[in-house]
């Protein structure tokens, strides 16, 4: 298990820094935080303008498919660019509770068993607590109405708001805001539409698995297929995927996730589709036939002519919305424009080391695509490139900004938000410690420069292997460390964890120090039983 390597990494720090480790506690001096979700990240209630109930209806489990059609289920108004409810007593709301950070936390709090299946920023808001972070004065949420444009004037508003509001109660502290996959899009379109704003509250901007260039796997699929929240058997209890379609054709903000027409892919996105052809002879062939993005739409179109929901016994026609595409349009020219302003700095944290979706294919020689419409009831088929399983790595890199650093991390598009790896870099950007890696007691600095982690499955059991590497850099060059051998060949010792159902082991080197330096390698791996 993954947890088990964790608990080696952390001792070997430990040991590598010669402290103990540290117990939660308050620090005044951290400049506040503000957690940004993506799509699907935040909590969303249901309130009845009639009789003043609220409920939440994004996410829950009893009733959940039926809350989601009745209240979530939505038109767009081109008029406006907003997504209404089709049931006119109902506003949709976010809560604000422990200052935003409930409703981006665990997104089923009411869940008992498998609650981690629902965990959005909960890992690194327990973390960030742990680093002196509190509630209310240094650490807060933005939660939103993720079914809106990313420059919806409404949402942006309220950003604006939540800016000034944590200014104001951190004594005029500038904010630290660290955001996640399409959060990344809303937090650029407010920079590029809100400047003065954002330049005024904002001290650092860190962008986590963000869709800068668009996710085109993951949004072919979904126009076509719908889509899932969670994966495996959580999955049952939560929304249908075809119930999740209908609400995401009405979203302005899955179209802003649609690939970037002028952006230069290294592996350009296709849609692929089997295909039976007619020659003018009478005979026919099955070829295999590829859509550029601009053709896509027209796929799209076909695809869905006759799409309809069932709403209060009335059936509802929902196409592929053009009206949508021509606000996209507009919005992609304003992500285009984006600049970071002059005192504020940027970082990107993308995944990697994973297949990602890019081309997506549809039917087989055998089972050639007749008809647009049935394309719902195909299984895609695709073309992966490397990301992090929803974003490619080429897409989070290209944002167009004048970043400080852009850091590729091994990890899944949900999952890189409880990375280890992913805190430390975060600790370091935010100066939480003051010096994560400085040891004044010895003075030498413990700087991490390699870390690989791979996971596979064999004979019914998961294996995960890892490899992370240290440098311990100090200014006595002429001190041999007692813990080398006196030979001045490596020191080699071994590490294990074990708990019921999974164990791991790792071997430690520290090397002979050189020139000022001092190399520690680990090499861990854990077995655990596939549940």
Same mark, same amino acid.
């Given at each position: 298990?993954?947890?088990?390597?964790?608990?080696?990494?952390?001792?070997?720090?430990?040991?590598?820094?010669?402290?103990?480790?540290?117990?939660?506690?308050?620090?005044?001096?951290?400049?506040?935080?503000?957690?940004?979700?993506?799509?699907?990240?935040?909590?969303? #209630?249901?309130?009845? +303008?009639?009789?003043?109930?609220?409920?939440?209806?994004?996410?829950?489990?009893?009733?959940?498919?039926?809350?989601?059609?009745?209240?979530?289920?939505?038109?767009?108004?081109?008029?406006?660019?907003?997504?209404?409810?089709?049931?006119?007593?109902?506003?949709?709301?976010?809560?604000?509770?422990?200052?935003?950070?409930?409703?981006?936390?665990?997104?089923?709090?009411?869940?008992?068993?498998?609650? /981690?299946?629902?965990?959005?920023?909960?890992?690194?808001?327990?973390?960030?607590?742990?680093?002196?972070?509190? /509630?209310?004065?240094?650490?807060?949420? %933005?939660?939103?109405?993720?079914?809106?444009?990313?420059?919806?004037?409404?949402?942006?508003?309220?950003?604006?708001?939540?800016?000034?509001?944590?200014?104001?109660?951190?004594?005029?502290?500038?904010?630290?805001?660290?955001?996640?996959?399409?959060?990344?899009?809303? =937090?650029?379109?407010?920079?590029?539409?809100?400047?003065?704003?954002?330049?005024?509250?904002?001290?650092?901007?860190?962008?986590?698995?963000?869709?800068?260039?668009?996710?085109?796997?993951?949004?072919?699929?979904?126009?076509?297929?719908?889509? *899932?929240?969670?994966?495996?058997?959580?999955?049952?209890? %939560?929304?249908?995927?075809?119930? %999740?379609?209908?609400?995401?054709?009405?979203?302005? *903000?899955?179209?802003?996730?649609?690939?970037?027409?002028?952006?230069?892919?290294?592996?350009?996105?296709?849609?692929?589709?089997?295909? /039976?052809?007619?020659?003018?002879?009478?005979? *026919?062939?099955?070829?295999?036939?590829?859509?550029?993005?601009?053709? *896509?739409?027209?796929?799209?179109?076909?695809?869905?002519? #006759?799409?309809?929901?069932?709403?209060?016994?009335?059936?509802?026609?929902?196409?592929?919305?053009?009206?949508?595409?021509?606000?996209?349009?507009?919005?992609?020219?304003?992500?285009?424009?984006?600049?970071?302003?002059?005192?504020?700095?940027?970082?990107?944290?993308?995944?990697?080391?994973?297949?990602?979706?890019?081309?997506?294919?549809?039917?087989?020689?055998?089972?050639?695509?007749?008809?647009?419409?049935?394309?719902?009831?195909?299984?895609?088929?695709?073309?992966?490139?490397?990301?992090?399983?929803?974003?490619?790595? +080429?897409?989070?890199?290209?944002?167009?900004?004048?970043? /400080?650093?852009?850091?590729?991390?091994?990890?899944?598009?949900?999952?890189?938000?409880?990375?280890?790896? =992913?805190?430390?870099?975060?600790?370091?950007?935010?100066?939480?410690?003051?010096?994560?890696?400085?040891?004044?007691?010895?003075?030498?600095?413990?700087?991490?420069?390699?870390? +690989?982690?791979?996971?596979?499955?064999?004979?019914?059991?998961?294996?995960?292997?890892?490899?992370?590497?240290? +440098?311990?850099?100090?200014?006595?060059?002429?001190?041999?460390?007692?813990?080398?051998?006196?030979?001045?060949?490596?020191?080699?010792?071994?590490?294990?964890?074990?708990?019921?159902?999974?164990?791991?082991?790792?071997?430690?080197?520290?090397?002979?120090?050189?020139?000022?330096?001092?190399?520690?390698?680990? #090499?861990?791996?854990?077995?655990?039983?596939?549940?």
């Amino acid at each position: 298990m993954t947890i088990l390597l964790d608990e080696i990494v952390q001792s070997l720090e430990l040991w590598l820094k010669m402290v103990r480790k540290p117990q939660p506690y308050v620090d005044p001096n951290l400049d506040p935080v503000l957690l940004v979700p993506g799509i699907a990240g935040s909590v969303l #209630n249901a309130f009845d +303008e009639e009789t003043g109930k609220e409920e939440r209806v994004w996410v829950r489990i009893l009733g959940a498919d039926y809350a989601f059609r009745t209240k979530l289920w939505s038109r767009f108004d081109p008029t406006t660019g907003k997504t209404e409810s089709l049931d006119p007593k109902t506003k949709i709301v976010v809560p604000e509770d422990r200052s935003g950070l409930h409703a981006i936390d665990a997104l089923d709090p009411d869940l008992v068993f498998g609650q /981690e299946a629902v965990y959005y920023f909960h890992d690194m808001i327990v973390e960030f607590i742990k680093w002196g972070y509190q /509630e209310g004065k240094t650490l807060f949420g %933005f939660g939103y109405d993720f079914r809106q444009s990313n420059r919806l004037k409404e949402t942006l508003d309220r950003l604006a708001a939540k800016l000034e509001e944590i200014y104001n109660a951190s004594g005029g502290k500038k904010i630290n805001i660290i955001s996640h996959s399409m959060g990344g899009l809303l =937090v650029k379109c407010f920079m590029c539409l809100h400047g003065d704003v954002f330049e005024k509250y904002v001290k650092n901007w860190m962008a986590i698995a963000a869709p800068f260039q668009g996710a085109p796997g993951y949004v072919t699929s979904t126009f076509l297929n719908g889509m *899932s929240f969670v994966d495996g058997w959580e999955s049952n209890f %939560f929304i249908s995927k075809w119930s %999740f379609h209908q609400l995401l054709i009405e979203c302005p *903000s899955v179209y802003e996730l649609m690939a970037c027409l002028d952006f230069q892919w290294e592996h350009k996105p296709l849609l692929e589709m089997w295909r /039976e052809r007619l020659h003018a002879d009478g005979n *026919s062939q099955i070829i295999l036939e590829s859509y550029p993005l601009a053709e *896509s739409v027209d796929i799209f179109k076909g695809a869905l002519a #006759n799409n309809t929901f069932n709403y209060n016994g009335e059936d509802i026609p929902l196409p592929y919305n053009m009206e949508i595409l021509k606000w996209v349009n507009e919005t992609r020219d304003i992500l285009s424009r984006a600049k970071v302003p002059p005192q504020v700095k940027f970082y990107n944290i993308y995944g990697v080391n994973l297949q990602t979706p890019h081309t997506v294919c549809y039917g087989d020689e055998q089972t050639p695509v007749t008809d647009l419409q049935q394309l719902r009831y195909f299984q895609p088929r695709y073309v992966c490139v490397d990301g992090d399983g929803t974003v490619p790595a +080429e897409s989070a890199m290209a944002d167009g900004l004048r970043a /400080e650093a852009r850091v590729g991390v091994p990890g899944e598009h949900r999952g890189i938000l409880c990375e280890h790896h =992913v805190f430390r870099i975060l600790k370091h950007w935010l100066k939480a410690d003051h010096d994560p890696y400085y040891n004044p007691l010895n003075d030498y600095v413990v700087l991490p420069t390699a870390f +690989e982690m791979e996971k596979h499955k064999e004979k019914g059991f998961e294996v995960t292997s890892l490899k992370e590497e240290w +440098e311990i850099i100090t200014e006595d060059k002429d001190n041999n460390h007692k813990n080398i051998a006196a030979d001045g060949n490596p020191m080699v010792s071994s590490i294990s964890v074990s708990q019921e159902g999974a164990e791991a082991c790792a071997t430690v080197t520290v090397y002979p120090q050189n020139e000022g330096k001092q190399h520690v390698e680990l #090499n861990a791996v854990s077995v655990s039983v596939d549940a």
